[in-house]
């Protein structure tokens, strides 16, 4: 989500503006009605926050990409280590918006519920009808 993103040598750079999610209406990521880079550049901001919130709950098992945040002349940009995911290695979550959901491993799923519980959050449905399942992560 957010701004125009860009490879290199395994590195994914993103810049940290609002993009518009439905051309029809004008409807904004971040802004609503309106774009609001500014609100883009906090919500970066907050991904590597919780990013070092997740990594500091010390669950064994649980390991994370490297993030930065870069700030240069009024611009944010996030860089982000490429991991080897792709349809066939993802076993949590989903990467089609929900359609499909993936929690079948139970020893991951106890790692992130056990991640989950030492940042205080609790899980939550994600999916559609029956395909539904409870997750503890974003």
Not at 7 to 29: N, V, Y
Not at 42 to 68: D, I, R, S
Not at 106 to 135: C, P, T, W
Request: aromatic residues 8%; neutral net charge.
């Amino acid at each position: 989500a957010g701004g125009a993103k860009y490879m290199a040598q395994g590195i994914m750079f993103k810049f940290a503006l609002d993009s518009i999610i439905h051309q029809k209406s004008g409807l904004w990521m971040y802004g609503g009605t309106a774009s609001d880079d500014e609100a883009a550049i906090k919500a970066a901001g907050k991904e590597l926050t919780g990013l070092q919130a997740h990594n500091l709950t010390f669950v064994p098992g649980l390991h994370y990409p490297l993030m930065a945040i870069i700030d240069y002349k009024g611009f944010r940009m996030i860089a982000v280590t490429v991991l080897p995911i792709n349809k066939t290695t993802l076993i949590y979550g989903s990467d089609d918006g929900g359609n499909t959901v993936r929690a079948e491993d139970e020893d991951l799923n106890g790692m992130m519920k056990l991640a989950a519980g030492r940042l205080n959050l609790a899980g939550h449905a994600v999916g559609q009808g029956s395909r539904s399942r409870e997750i503890f992560g974003p």
